[in-house]
């Protein structure tokens, strides 16, 4: 059987924000690396002699370009024999009978995946986000796939993801990672595997199920202090009071520290993983969901902030809008889960003409809405609503307008 220090090939399945830098961090430590994705557009995209990556990721393009071409990263269709095999697919949240659960179908179909190609001593590794007890049942259909126990004939492990867009590959070196395992042998091996790459971070080795909460946890607990100031500059709205100027007097308390309110809250990982503790626990998750309906409010609040807002300058005229930014934060590319396009979405309900500019995407138009360069919009809309604070914005607009660039929480005209 394989051991900890003979490892050497590691295949990733999903090559999306988490799995391709996963993958060029591991090829560029000297590991063979094969990448496998059923998206063939991305393998054929990595594939071209100029390669093609498919979100925007300062920092990567460089080392992403040097592993591929040293052939120690490869791109392939099928998955193949590997020693680690490491999972890094989509775990949206779905909305069924008016309930929200995790979309499971694909992990479970990257089990099945994985079990083509998995020969004992193998290990497995999850670090999709999920909720607690989906390891051990990822471990049970790879079992019913090869007639190999967990545990015994192959190690099973989950090790979260725990980066933010715009910064991975830093933070894949300089993050502490967890690691769960369900014995001492797959959490050595796993954390022999992770050290090579997370180099000024530490390594904390744990459970299986402690390590599938504390994902779950670290993003809830953000989501919760997002939601009370978002909740307070709704609060202030109807006041008339700043709250940036509240929350700036409140933190200045030795034992306060509120966050910043937004337009709500957008991605995979925070406007999503709360949901997967509520589904498992319904009956004592009531902070949780109702932290989740708030931030999930606030982009309609703030469109109606909007249009009122425009009735008052420009009565019941249908205008052009121009939506600065449809990424969910700053300097990235991610639409998912973005608020700005649920702001976007309300106010072409109300029947404005939408244009937007999205400078990290190059498609001409995004959900729908013309994306456009900045001169464009400013040229063409009657009425700007800055929904991130891309660098972009910042650098142009605060000579354009002579005043200081607010970001999304607030509207600016």
Known sequence: MTNCTE????TVVGLGYIGLPTATLF?????????FDINEKIIDGLKQKSPHIHFHEPDMRGLLYDVLEKGNLVPVTEVGHSDVFIICVPTPAIETDGKKKAELSYVKAASRTVAKALQPGNLVIIESTVPPGTTEEAGRIISSET???????FDLAHCPERVIPGKILHELRTNDRVVGAANQKASERARALYSRIVTHGKIHETNILTAELCKLVENT?????????????????DLGIDVRRLI???NRHPRVNILNPGPGVGGHCIAVDPWFIVEKFPEKTNL???????????????????KKDIQDRFGEKHITIGILGLAYKADIDDIRESPALFIARHLKNAGHNIIACEPNRDEETVEGYPNIQLEDVLEQADYLVITTGHRQFKDSLDSILRKPLHDAAGVTA
């Open 7 to 10: 490892d050497k090939t590691i």
């Open 288 to 306: 949780i969901r109702t932290a989740r309906k708030v931030n999930d409010k606030k982009p309609e609040w703030v469109a109606a902030q909007v």
């Open 147 to 153: 007639g190999l126990a967990p545990h015994e004939d």
């Open 248 to 250: 700036d007097l409140a």
């Open 221 to 237: 607990y953000r989501d919760v202090n997002i939601a009370f100031a978002n909740e307070l500059s709704m609060i202030c709205g």
């Open 27 to 35: 090829a560029s430590v000297g590991y063979k690396v094969y990448g």
